[in-house]
């Protein structure tokens, strides 16, 4: 099982881009919980947005108001929506997610996975 992220990019300050983590590898992946990190150049990685499997959110103060972070069960996939997007907002984002998936043999197993990272540049 493994998170394959995409949707970064280049974008002019103000603009907006939806990142999504696909879960793959079995054939009934539940997401029980996701959240999105990012690590700026020369700052440490911090949190940017969470939800758990009850759907409550929480965002961190910069991002309040502007990103929104998704799931989508059937196909199974994550997503951050960030919109207004600031200088301060550049920095390599990384999904995390629990996932809930079954063996060959139906024993089910929970794993919290990390994508691999894509690259969000703001910057006119």
């Not at 300050?13 to 690590?39: D, E, F």
């Not at 700052?43 to 947005?49: F, G, N, S, T, Y």
Request: aromatic share 8%; proline share 3%; hydrophobic share 30%.
């Amino acid at each position: 099982v493994q998170l394959q992220a995409s949707g970064g990019g280049l974008v002019q300050p103000g603009g907006s881009l939806r990142l999504s983590c696909a879960a793959s590898g079995k054939k009934k992946i539940s997401i029980t919980g996701v959240a999105w990190h990012r690590q700026a150049p020369g700052k440490q990685r911090e949190l940017v947005a969470a939800t758990t499997s009850g759907s409550s959110t929480n965002y961190a103060d910069s991002v309040k108001g502007r990103f929104t972070i998704s799931r989508d069960n059937a196909k199974p996939t994550v997503y951050l929506q960030m919109n207004s997007l600031k200088h301060d907002d550049t920095a390599v984002y990384y999904c995390a997610a629990d996932l809930l998936y079954y063996t060959d043999s139906e024993e089910p197993v929970v794993s919290r996975l990390w994508g691999q990272g894509t690259q969000v540049t703001v910057s006119s």
